[in-house]
């Protein structure tokens, strides 16, 4: 069982957080200050498994993370899964999202937060992954989006134009803080692309 | 019409949207949560009007604030509104929603249940898709019941895409409302076999989350799970079920045998790292669970460890971690394959990443021996100084002494050695594990006797350089050490050189900054010093040593009188007063060294933590009855009762009680020494080892050595690596010593051949320095070991724990389960041809699984020549007897057997039949039921205590015949393994001495059994009747391959 997955940025800002088991709202910061206090403090190079079982659950509970420029994607789980299938499964994640959004990085996290949890809906539900099929992800979720637009229909133009003009007018909106770099060696699972 | 939509969603785009928040949010920095107040306002507004659309925009921008750590449980009702829109898109915001925040505290949770129900089965699989998602996150029993139907109509889907979510889900639906699992099952098991291999992969993810906590229910599928191992190249598949057999074969050994070859096929040909890892992890689980009973497996064991090397050494650090895990795993069982990496496991130490160097120290944990303990440790030492960081010098500290304490001090050989390590340990700065050293000094310096004369110097030289340790009081972790220091210098002052130096530093005025609860230790402790100081002078008349002392402790005590803690002030106070009184009886010359010394005489000795929970109750002591009279409610309520428990119990019990007085513990005490000493396993102490100590131990301390540079050094301390030169020249010492004796050997018997004695030392070769004598903690007398680790209550877990296969459609309709026990023993009346015959009453417990009612039940066993049925009188040889109840359906009831059984020695099979008449509505059938019931040896056994003195007579008596039994693979704990045997096979321990224990049990027929019990899992067995030993032995031993 996966327990909780979340994404802060090298300064500990959440970005996205899902958890599997109810916590009060307190409690899930105060999960997510100290796992990045905990994760943010180990060096590059090091492994990427962490024994911080205190937090979620008792000792049977691991961290696995992986850290991408500016953000950091850990996920909480119990004996039950494997650490290296789960760290593929990181790597899934972080390359549907860079499919998805076309060069993600740290602001389309920012502010599309809700978009990214669509996607995770598609791979992991209820904590259990549900697929691990990047192009079958996509699927789903390119269906979903179309889904919307057509829903949206003549209404929903003036509102994305709307929205395409706040967007020019942000100066601040850079896009090279670029987490798409996904050729960090990936050691095993050829087949889970 | 249209113009208000147009105009609506044009008044809308104006409205915040999540980016414009988000933008907002980041826009003001400085007043973050007042600008968030003020959006939470605009929310709210939001949220009143009609608009689906506004609404949706709101509970979105809610989603991003609860993220934030915003509590949004108040809009609730308004997420729920949303989930019920006919839109997908706002329907999907609600349902995100929803599972960010709601939970089963929720109260409008259960207003979704029919809209949930109406997206379920909505024509639009997306639809449905969001549902399940939300469900799958808020859940509550409810729900769970409302929907496990609906939700299991979608397990079987036109579309994989839902078909996989129902799968998945119906995990979370059993959490909550375990009885869903039975119906849902056989659908479950069906989507193994599914077409598509994303629901194939949802059906296993959701077995292998049910098997891990409950494994047993689901062997039955192992041959399918097996199926589906080596037909697919999913690796994500694969992993799960490689773990899922992981956790299945503890429990079926069959099962380890037949995965074998297909892991190793896969461990070689498998590119992917994670599918190999977990192979090598199963195939770990599978020699563990085999490792009892099978030709070696030597192979395998040797490809694991082979293939873990080469992650272990890999530049991944990944890999390297999970390399040691599963090493330690191996370590477990195969000790001797994974010893032989010690290289490369002590090279990981000083890897720069700290989980690896954790890892490494579990491994060298198990890795260690008595010839290679000092040198490990020693590296160790060298890591702690090393060390960078409190938390993993700490661990380092807590493993060093973890190490060396494992098995009661198994491996350690030289306890001067292990002191002197404990005490270098003192020097580390900013520790919180002074307790921990501070409790192994005293449990060494308790237990091993021997040692007491060096650890009394090494601990007055601590306390003399207290201030060292107390130096910074802010870190003081580690001034625990003196309450050990303070303790031993007092209990054990007589081998104290100079106990007046000692008492004087004990009294020292900055021993008042210390912790309340050390205070009061030094305080108690200096007054036992001073009695021996009395006692060394004691006779000189006019001792002005004497007196002086009397003086100090009058001089120093008021400091501690003054204590703002309680014990302290207590202790001092009485001290102060008695110290006065003695100083009054000195100034008279009066004789008081004897008189103060009574007060401290008598060794504690350590006692067992458990011990007192396992006092047994004295045979008529009630404890539930009352000892004074209950306090009357009303007159009438009274009269019954006191009659019958108020006069005579209570009285009964009391008196026996108070009869234990001084006289009756003397006697007592006088009669175990007695028993111990007949007792040939307890180990006695011997005087001579006192001397083997002496000789070498005055040698040994160093000169003092201060050295300024390094100031937390405590001068005048012996260094542990002096110990390890010491000890290696001893033992080679010990080496040459044996070659020239073998030498003679040689020259006397020329003749024959010898090996010679070259190669590595066997662990067998090393002696110990000293002759410790460890003294074994103290357990009362008839104490039973017991099992003590009791399961979490609270587990959702355990609800799931259905036996699945009692449920397959061709249900029995009877379930009879076999001789459950033989109840009653003993016929008290002989024959005099004096041929004995037995009656052994067997209990059968009849259970109707059938929907119908059962009647006419008639139980008939063939008889053997050594076992008959009793038969009522005038009956046949071979009719059967009638049950004396009916069961209606779902119902179990007991009824007994009484067989004649002529001998015990053997055990018996007999094979029977249970006709009954299954009564329906429409009609009834004749049926019947073939059963084999089993007498087994174990059976025969009762349970009876037996004194120590009693079993060492019986073993002395040369009646009985030996016969012993090695046990291969066992892995649990001593204990366990006692309450094992004691539980399956009706034995009692006498005796318990650290590494083995001595069980006895008799026969109805009066044979005596007795064990001695190895840790080392051997058990030599002797009995007055050699096949029944052996048949209990064979029953002994089938017991532990089943676990």
Redesign the interface.
Known sequence: ?IKAILIFNNHGK?R???F?E?Y???T??QIIRETFHLVSKR?E???????GGLLIGGSDNKLIYRHYATLYFVFCVDS?E????I??LIQVFVETLDKCFENVCELDL?????KV??IL?EMV?????????MS?IIT?VE??GK??KS??G???A??RA??AV??MN?PEMPKNINIGDISI?V??????K | MALK??KG??D???DK????L??GI?NHKEDEAKYISTCIDEIKQELKQDNIAVKANAV?KL??L??????VSWAAFNIVEVMSSS???YK??GY?AAS?CF??GTDVIMLTTNQIRKDLSSP?Q?DT??A??GL??F?TPDLARDLANDIMTLMSHTKP?IR??AV??M??VFLKYPESLRPAFPRLKEKLEDPDP?VQ??AV??I??LA?RNPKNYLSLAPLFFKLMTSS????VL??II?LFGALTPLEPRLGKKLIEPLTNLIHST?????L??CVNTVIAVLISLSSGMPNHSASIQLCVQKLRILIEDS???????GLLAMSKILKTHPKSVQSHKDLILQCLDD?????RLRALDLLYGMVSKKNLMEIVKKLMLHVDKAEGTTYRDELLTKIIDICSQSNFQYITNFEWYISILVELTRLEGTRHGHLIASQMLDVAIRVKAIRGFAVAQMATLLDNAHLLTGNTQRNGICEVLYAAAWICGEFSEHLEDPMQTLEAMLRPKVATLPGHIQAVYVQNAAKLFATVLRKHDGETESQAAQETSQLLIDRLPLFVQSANLEVQERASCILQLVKYIQKLQQKNVEVAEEVTALFAGELNPVAPKAQKKVPIPEGLDLDAWINEPPSGSESEDEKPKAVFAKEEPKHSRSRHTEVDEKELARRREVRKQEQASNPFYIKASPSSQKVYDAPGVEHIPVVQIDLSVPLKVPGMPMSDQYLKLEEERRQKEKAERKKKEKKKKREKRGKERKADSGPESEEDITPAHQVDIVTEEMPENALPSDDDDKDPNDPHKALDIDLDKYVPHCRHLQFIHVLHIVMCRNEFFSKTEIYDFKVVVSVIFENKSDSFLKAMEFNVLDSLNSKLQRPEGAGAHDSLTVPFQLPPGVSNEARFVFSVQSIVMPQKLKGTLTFIVKSDESSTHEKLDFKLHFTCTSYLITTPCYSDAYAKLLESGDLKGSSLRLEGINMPFHHLLARICFHHHFSVVERIDSCASMYSRSIQGHHVCLLVKTTVSIDAKCDEPSLLGNVLDEIKQTFSKC
């Open positions: 069982m959440p996205m957080s899902k599997y109810h009060t709202e307190d899930e910061q060096d190079n090091i492994c990427n498994f962490l024994e039950s494997s650490e290296l299938g760290l593929d920012i502010f599309h937060v809700d949890h669509n809906a539900m209820g904590g259990m992954v549900l697929e691990t099929n079958e789903q269906a979903q889904m919307e829903e949206a003549i209404a929903g003036p509102a709307v929205s706040k967007n942000l060696k050691p095993n699972l050829p087949s889970f | 939509i147009v969603s044009i809308r785009m104006f949207n999540l980016q414009d988000v933008r980041r979105c989603t991003y609860q993220m934030l750590g915003y509590d839109k997908f898109t999907r915001i995100l960010q939970h089963e639009n997306y898709g969001v399940l998602t799958s996150c859940v895409y996989k979510k998945l889900i995990y979370k994303g992969s949802a993810n959701v292998c989350e891990r190249t999913n690796n994500w992993i799960k773990k590119s992917a790292m994670s599918l890892y977990e991944d650090q990944n890999l390297k971690y999970l720069k990443d700290e989980s690896i």
